[in-house]
């Protein structure tokens, strides 16, 4: 069988041909996870647009895009001898224009071939790719592109977004910089080279629970290279701290979900730094990590192809009249029917050592101690940084939402050159294994409290309430700042929001239970700035 993919969100008009007639070899990857060698039967073909300066330029993108795919389409014809069995085409998310050109030629060449049409979603092939390679069974994954950076997980026929740039993608926050530079479109492969001879210098660090924002870095960038600093120094700093805020955020998802799986995606993911990163960071976790070769990271409709014919065997096609593209088309609209597991499964429930994602909790009798690891894959100046600043406000704050009637553990000790707290233990379980709505309306009373009193916790998942009898308790503020801002406060809610997504089967029906309490607690303006950050979300 032969499945013709073809590609075209902005810069990159591909077409592939995946053949399935030679795909008995297999190997092992490094981590010596089983791996799906059947990709190797693809051929690619691609034309890159190359804007003459600055970014990409959606009209110039346009018309590369009309010129090229034929042309791209025309050479994997011909490797394929003119013998397709269906035509796969990205639907979305892109640029519009694009994906119109894109989408026009599969069409029309499912007609012309009396073939099956297939609609791949270009961030869900991103996944797909690693996931297909790896062998993995169920991997988080971090999807790091020019217009994007989120992390997804599978639950239940769907990838949920778990975190998500709440601002710009990784890859055009990197482009606005080198351009303030004067560097050519692409600036990632150039940022990379130059932080070779660079030293680390401070810049900032912003994670958001399960969610980053990269415009307050590269703002601080830009001013940093105005104001004499090397720009070998400033590319340092910029792949340190980036790339340490997805490493962390996708370690931050293996430790909600429980996974011991991740895969990379994204052009941005030909990074050697992010790859040693993230690689790092599963070795100290025990996970294993997989990132697909060059070809497959940056977008190609070899992916397109791959994804197509698991859509195809699954009977998910679609007609030409229902084949719109959509360059809105998040990953989380796809109903992913070529899955059918639907288990879940929970690891550390009961342990009397929990690994989290950024500290090591011992549980006795009466007493917690959190101990905040060092993370080797972050600077280690940056690192102790943070763990200074995160033991410190997480000590003061979970005694100020105690003392705002918000049940919290009490802090017995803190150790700030070892980055331990000592608290009273608490509860019995995590909230993600009591998913009640009478529980999660006491996540939405008490998140409304603290907000009344100038606190925002950061983190608020159903790993970080622990559940008693008679009470929850809201534990590790580790993220956690002081704000009268209502975006502080929406972005709390965002998270936990998100986190209900990643663990239960019916997070609307308790997310409605949570507004109600919240309501009553908080300030409805909190709740109309969550519908306001929402529809930031990329590609929404």
């Known amino acids: 069988m032969r499945i013709l993919g073809v590609e075209g969100t902005a810069w990159a008009a591909s077409a592939a041909v995946f053949s399935t007639e030679s795909n008995d070899d297999s190997s092992e990857t490094a981590s010596g996870a089983p791996h799906n060698t059947n990709t190797d039967s693809v051929f690619i073909e691609t034309d890159a647009y190359q804007p003459e300066s600055g970014g990409i330029h959606p009209r110039e993108a346009a018309e590369h895009m009309s010129d090229a795919i034929p042309r791209v389409i025309e050479t994997a014809m011909t490797e394929a001898d003119g013998s397709i069995d269906a035509v796969a085409f990205s639907r979305g998310p892109g640029l519009g224009p694009c994906l119109r050109i894109v989408g026009t030629a599969a069409r029309a060449l499912a007609q012309t071939l009396d073939v099956p049409l297939v609609g791949v979603n270009h961030m869900v092939a991103h996944l797909e790719i690693g996931r297909q390679q790896s062998g993995f069974d169920s991997p988080i994954c971090l999807n ?182 959509d360059s809105n088309y998040r990953p989380d609209q796809v109903a992913v029917s070529w899955r059918t597991d639907r288990e879940e499964v929970f690891r550390n429930v009961g342990e009397r050592e929990i690994r989290g994602a950024e500290a090591t909790v011992s549980i006795g009798s009466e007493r917690v101690t959190k101990r905040r690891a060092v993370k080797s894959y972050r600077h280690s100046e940056l690192d102790a940084r943070l763990r200074k600043e995160r033991t410190t406000l997480e000590a003061r704050l979970t005694s100020d939402a105690r003392r705002a009637g918000v049940p919290t553990p009490v802090v017995y000790d803190v150790d700030l050159v070892e980055a331990t707290i000592e608290f009273e233990r608490v509860g019995e379980s995590d909230l993600r294994e009591e998913l009640t709505p009478s529980r999660v309306r006491d996540v939405g009373r008490h998140l409304g409290m603290m907000h009344r009193a100038g606190i925002v916790h950061g983190d608020p998942t159903t790993r970080n309430v622990r559940c008693a009898p008679d009470r929850a308790y809201v534990i590790d503020f580790g993220l956690g700042y002081y704000s009268d801002d209502v975006e502080d406060y929406a972005m709390d809610l965002h998270v936990f929001s998100q986190s209900l997504a990643g663990t239960s089967d019916v997070a609307d029906e308790l997310w409605r239970e949570f507004e109600s309490a919240y309501s009553e607690f908080g300030d409805e303006t909190v709740l109309s700035q969550l519908r306001e950050i929402e529809g930031r979300g990329r590609y929404q």
């Open 144 to 325: 790091a592109s020019g217009a994007n950076a989120h992390v997804l997980g599978y639950r239940n026929g769907r990838y949920r977004v778990l975190g998500e740039t709440m601002d710009t993608g990784v890859g055009n926050a990197i482009d606005k910089f080198t351009r303030h530079v004067g560097w050519s479109h692409p600036g990632g492969p150039k940022v990379e080279s130059a932080a070779k001879d660079g030293e680390y210098i401070d810049l900032p660090y912003v994670v958001k629970g399960m969610d980053f924002s990269f415009s307050g870095i590269m703002s601080a960038a830009k001013q940093a290279v105005d104001s004499g600093e090397a720009v070998e120094d400033v590319c340092f700093s910029l792949q340190e701290n980036i790339f340490a805020m997805l490493t962390e955020v996708a370690e931050r998802a293996l430790s909600l979900t429980g996974r011991d799986e991740l895969v990379l995606g994204g052009g941005v993911g030909q990074n050697a730094r992010l790859r040693e990163m993230l690689a790092e960071m599963c070795d100290q976790r025990g996970a294993d990590f997989y990132a697909p070769e060059p070809r497959f990271l940056r977008d190609n409709a070899g992916m397109i192809a791959v994804l197509g014919k698991e859509m195809l065997d699954a009977g998910d096609t679609i007609p030409v009249a229902n084949s719109a593209v």
